[in-house]
C-alpha cells in the first residue's frame, strides 16, 4: 500500500502591498516547485499584469492560488503556518520545518495583525542587527523557505 505524499512546503503572502514583492516571490516559488498563496485584498489591484514586470514569464510555472481573505484561507487549512515577522521569538535556524509546513510572510507596511498572528502555530524570527527594523519581505522569505527546503529535502 502506497502512503499518503504529504502536501509540499507552501509559501502563503499575507495581503502584500507591492506588486513587485510579489511578482519576486511568484517567480522564487515557480524556481524552487513550491506552491504559493495570496491572501487578499492587496495593496494593488491584483492581476497578471501588476505582477508580470518582476514575475516576468515565471508566473505560467507558479502553482498560484488567490483567497479573497485571511478566513477563506485559514478556514480549511490543516497543516502548520509558520509566520515570519519581526515579532517572533524563535529564530527560524534553530526551528524544525516539516515538509507541509505553509509559510507566512505578512504585509509590507504593517506586518501581520494580532489575529492573524495568533492563530499561527508558531512565529520565527529572522536574527538582525538590533538597530534594523526589517528585511525586504521577499529577501525574507527567500531566506526561511531555502532553509525549510534544506531540512525538507
Known sequence: MKSKKPMPLRLALFQPDIAL???TMIRLCACMGVPIDIIEPCGFPFSIAAIKRS????????????HRDWQAFNLDRVHRLILIETTGTTPY???????????M???????????????????????MQ????????????????????????
Open 93 to 103: 535556524t534553530d526551528f524544525q520545518f516539516h515538509p507541509d509546513d505553509i509559510l
Open 21 to 23: 514583492n510579489v511578482g
Open 130 to 153: 538590533p538597530h534594523m527594523r526589517s528585511l525586504n519581505v521577499a529577501i525574507s522569505a527567500a531566506m526561511v523557505l531555502g532553509e525549510a527546503l534544506r531540512q525538507v529535502s
Open 105 to 127: 510572510v505578512g504585509r509590507e507596511s504593517a506586518g501581520t495583525p494580532v489575529h492573524v498572528e495568533t492563530a499561527c502555530d508558531h512565529v520565527l524570527k529572522i536574527p
Open 55 to 66: 514575475g516576468m514569464d515565471y508566473i505560467d510555472s507558479a502553482q498560484i492560488t488567490r
